[in-house]
């Protein structure tokens, strides 16, 4: 590996390539066995290292609550064995708010999101593009899913699992307006897919943060369909 192999890596990592960057990059990802090993490596201490901050951060809240509450030489009250054990019930109170606070999702959309699980193409027909896509949206590498999908729907646009998919992964990647607009149009001209168009239209406001405007689109998802329905009244339920 090359100093600028490992630049690519960073920077594709990083969602700093272009689209056609990130063609290239996937196209060697399967053409070089020892560049993709490297990759998944890299990957993988990336995601390492985002815990470790986190949990870096948990602990220093931890050790601050700790010398606050559980001083070396407690005050005169705190020879009052009630009133230690009280004190001591609140700060465990306390640090199990702070560490619920830190570790809980960043968004509403983070904490409710939810893609249904459905085969994107029927076994008979399919294709190594269409199982290489499904593969890349199952793994939830939504980079290379948009990439297969997109050049899946250049040969059969009318497949609208494929299009929810696609949808799915731009709303991952943050490309709400593109998003909404496949589900919009999924919704006016698919009847069958009508409560799974509703439901990604309503995971688009909630990415966007716009909480009442999700439960309108959440309150039209039909009974029959239990597990949409299901998620949809927890969210409804949000104040």
């Given at each position: 590996m090359t100093d600028e192999d490992y630049n690519l890596m960073e920077r594709y990592l990083?969602?700093?390539?272009?689209?056609?960057?990130v063609g290239t990059f996937q196209q060697r990802l399967k053409s070089d066995e020892?560049?993709?090993?490297?990759?998944?490596?890299r990957k993988s201490m990336t995601i390492f290292q985002e815990k470790e901050k986190r949990k870096e951060k948990l602990d220093g809240i931890f050790a601050e609550l700790d010398k606050?509450?559980?001083?070396?030489?407690?005050?005169?009250?705190?020879?009052?064995?009630?009133?230690?054990k009280l004190l001591a019930m609140a700060a465990t109170v306390a640090l199990l708010v702070f560490?619920?606070?830190?570790?809980?999702?960043?968004s509403l959309y983070e904490q409710h999101?939810?893609?249904?699980?459905?085969?994107?193409?029927?076994?008979?027909?399919?294709?190594?593009?269409?199982?290489?896509?499904?593969?890349?949206?199952?793994?939830k590498d939504y980079r290379e899913a948009e990439h297969k999908l997109r050049a899946y729907l250049e040969k059969d646009a009318g497949n609208t699992k494929v299009?929810?998919?696609l949808g799915a992964s731009l709303l991952e990647l943050d490309k709400t307006g593109e998003a909404r607009s496949i589900f919009t149009n999924i919704l006016k001209k698919s009847p069958g897919f009508k409560d799974y168009a509703i439901w990604y239209l309503?995971?688009?406001?909630?990415?966007?943060?716009?909480?009442?405007?999700?439960?309108?689109?959440?309150?039209?998802i039909s009974p029959s369909?239990?597990?949409?329905?299901?998620?949809a009244q927890e969210i409804i339920r949000k104040e």
């Open positions: 990083g969602g700093l390539l272009t689209s056609e960057e020892a560049f993709a090993e490297e990759y998944q490596f606050e509450f559980f001083p070396p030489e407690p005050v005169p009250i705190y020879r009052n064995q009630f009133v230690r560490a619920w606070f830190l570790f809980q999702k960043e999101v939810y893609h249904p699980d459905f085969s994107l193409v029927e076994r008979s027909a399919g294709t190594d593009l269409a199982s290489e896509a499904e593969r890349a949206y199952i793994a299009q929810l998919a309503a995971l688009t406001a909630l990415k966007e943060g716009k909480l009442e405007q999700a439960k309108e689109h959440l309150a039209k369909e239990k597990k949409l329905y299901e998620k």
